[in-house]
């Protein structure tokens, strides 16, 4: 007898159950996308124990006909496909068939639903992924499924889930994704008879991410609106001021579908290069409606990855989008100055009882007239934005850009005269008068037309100085080098050297006279003029090390880390510097590209206004 069989359909469906139902959240998922597709306004997901032993998913949706029921729970069986050829012309979230027969063979099922076109509702129960009885009762239109008992039956799977905590905050999270994915729906979230979430459906994006993610996020995110070449790209981005430590906070919809695409992943985040810290990440919100030919959502049974056709440049227009949605909203950090709650209350209180208070009668000592109070009172949120925006026009010299694509839409006409470019900039910051120097690091500058002083840090000032003018000097073929006196010769390993031969052009490219010498060894004869004399040894080592670090990327990206490398060889924080450097240093600082942060995305100045100041002094409050 041979030893191939064929398995029984229950485990089949086990199996087959495995592959979309991982825990709770997959079922919450699941259903909760069904009502999506259903037309539903208003979705209910109630959960106990983290959905292990009770989920209630309820919508006011289209409703489940008598016909369909006994059908709904059987493999592969779906409204929403007839053909093969649907599932390029796909608009729905759910398309398989296999979402309600995974859930059924791993739970115990109640369904409560009825149509618009029935007098009565249908209960059904479902047990064991079979269908045990079905019964007429009186309910509203829509659907409620009740899922009871899960992986009862799966012991081994149960085991493996985790604790209550954990479980609910998975479903949460999966809720936040749908709601933010579907604004014009409403959703409710109940865990342990307690509501923690409830949106409405008002189809506002803004008030479904102040409701979600919270006023931080909310306040922080830019929008941006394209439409174009048969796509269309909105949703908000964060400015320069807002990053988190993770990606947790990127959401990215196609066709209302929430995916996971580290391509346009990247393209979004290598727009914030230099602009926000190293190792820090933006937060997006962002909705791609596209043709459905031209992507294939049948990748992975979570339908949460997509591939797109080679006749689609997505990539291209979305790092235009997101550029040119970066230009207006580049801020200046400012101190987060903590404003106390306002005294005006206490302080009239304490005036009324001198005034009622016989002790203080008898001394005769009687305030009614408030005139002589040096109190100014303002009618302002004691929660201020943290941002001034400086210039609507920012330049981006940190990010490739493909030109051609761009010079395609009207929508892109930024202006690019020279004497108008950053001209704000060039008023706010080259007005800037040097008062003094603190623990030998940051200077201390005011512009007393704008009322305001600046912190800044020279060392990341000159970072980013140094790093656009040898960018510059690069772009232009123009780097000058200073030739040593003597050449430093610098011994390698036999990895390290091979690496050194392999990206020898690079380093030829930035200016660096460097070649080989004798067996694992290498002669450093110049550098770029820049720099002065560094110390070469260590600087070498750390190109060296970023090269074989990043030898998957590409070449511009090597390039452009190696400047940012390079750079560090600015004035460092503690070096005493004289008054015509600093002078110097924030005359050029002024006339860069991007003067708010130096290449690895730390900030170089932060702001303090007159009126922070006297808030802190209760000058005013």
């Known amino acids: ?24 959240a997959s079922i919450v998922k699941e259903l909760v996308e069904n009502s999506i597709d259903a037309n539903s306004k208003n979705i209910v997901i109630e959960i106990n124990n983290g959905g292990k032993s009770y989920i209630r998913v309820t919508d006011d949706g289209d ?38 027969p995974s859930i059924a063979a791993v739970s115990n099922i109640e369904v409560l639903t009825k149509t618009d076109d029935t007098n009565a509702g249908i209960h059904a129960i479902i047990e064991e992924g079979k269908i045990k009885s079905i019964d007429k009762v009186g309910t509203p239109k829509g659907t409620t499924f009740i899922i009871k008992d899960l992986f009862y039956n799966l012991p081994v799977r149960k085991k493996f889930l985790k604790s209550d905590l954990t479980e ?49 996020i909310a306040n922080g995110l830019n929008p941006i609106d394209y439409s174009g070449k048969g796509i269309e790209i909105k949703g908000y981005i964060s400015s320069n001021s807002l990053y988190r430590s993770n990606r947790s906070h990127q959401y990215l919809y196609i066709n209302g579908r929430y995916i996971v695409n580290y391509g346009l992943t990247n393209v979004v985040e290598q727009n914030y290069r230099s602009l926000i810290p190293t190792n820090r990440y933006p937060v997006f919100i962002l909705y791609i409606n596209i043709n459905p030919n031209e992507i294939d959502v049948n990748i992975h049974p ?27 909203s580049i801020n200046v950090p400012k101190f987060n100055v903590i404003h106390e709650s306002k005294p005006k209350n206490e302080l009239k209180e304490l005036y009324n009882m001198l005034e009622t208070s016989s002790d203080f009668k008898e001394t005769n000592i009687v305030y009614k007239d408030y005139s002589d109070i040096d109190l100014v009172e303002e009618e302002a949120s004691l929660v201020e934005d943290n941002i001034e925006i400086l210039d609507k026009n920012y330049n981006f010299t940190d990010n490739t850009l493909n030109h051609e694509l761009e010079d395609s839409f009207s929508f892109f006409n930024i202006n690019e005269d020279e004497e108008n470019k950053n001209n704000r900039y060039a008023d706010e910051l080259s007005n800037l008068k040097a008062l003094a120097v603190i623990f030998n690091t940051y200077i201390i500058a005011e512009n007393r037309k704008e009322n305001k002083i600046y912190f800044i840090d020279q060392h990341a000032a000159h970072e980013r100085v140094m790093y656009e003018k040898y960018k510059k000097e690069y772009e232009m073929e123009r780097i000058n080098i200073q030739q040593l006196i003597a050449p430093e010769i610098i011994e390698l390993t036999n990895s390290e050297f091979e690496n050194f031969h392999n990206n020898k052009s690079i380093f030829s490219e930035l200016g660096f006279d460097v ?12 550098v770029p003029f820049l720099f002065g004399k560094p110390s070469l040894k260590t600087l070498l080592m750390d190109l060296l090390d970023n090269i074989h670090n990043n030898l998957k990327s590409s070449y511009d990206t090597k390039v452009d880390k190696l400047m940012k490398l390079a750079c560090t060889s600015a004035i460092k924080g503690g070096d005493m510097i004289s008054s015509l450097e600093i002078d110097s240093l924030l005359n050029d600082l002024s006339k860069c590209d991007n003067p708010l942060s130096c290449p690895h995305g730390r900030p170089t100045l932060i702001e303090i206004t007159k009126k922070d100041l006297e808030k802190q002094f209760l000058r005013i409050v």
Do not use: C
């Open 1 to 24: 007898m041979g030893k191939i069989q064929l398995l029984d359909d229950l485990t089949i469906q086990k199996i087959a159950a495995g592959e979309v139902i991982e825990r709770p």
């Open 63 to 100: 409703g489940i006909a008598l016909d369909d029921i006994y059908l709904a729970f059987e493999s592969h069986s779906t409204s929403k496909l007839r053909k093969v050829d649907d599932l390029y012309n796909l608009l729905t979230l759910g398309f398989r068939g296999e979402a309600l």
């Open 515 to 526: 070649e080989e010498f004798g067996i694992n060894s290498i002669a450093i004869r110049g």
């Open 168 to 216: 609910a905050n998975k479903i949460s999270d999966m809720v936040n994704k749908l709601a933010l994915g579907n604004y014009y729906t409403s959703f409710k979230l109940v865990k342990d008879n307690k509501v923690v979430l409830k949106t409405n459906d008002s189809g506002d994006i803004k008030e479904n991410v102040y409701t979600i993610l919270g006023k931080d």
């Open 302 to 328: 979570t339908k949460q990855e997509v591939k797109f056709t080679g006749d689609t440049d997505i990539y291209g227009i979305l790092g235009i989008v997101i550029k040119n949605g970066l230009y207006n």
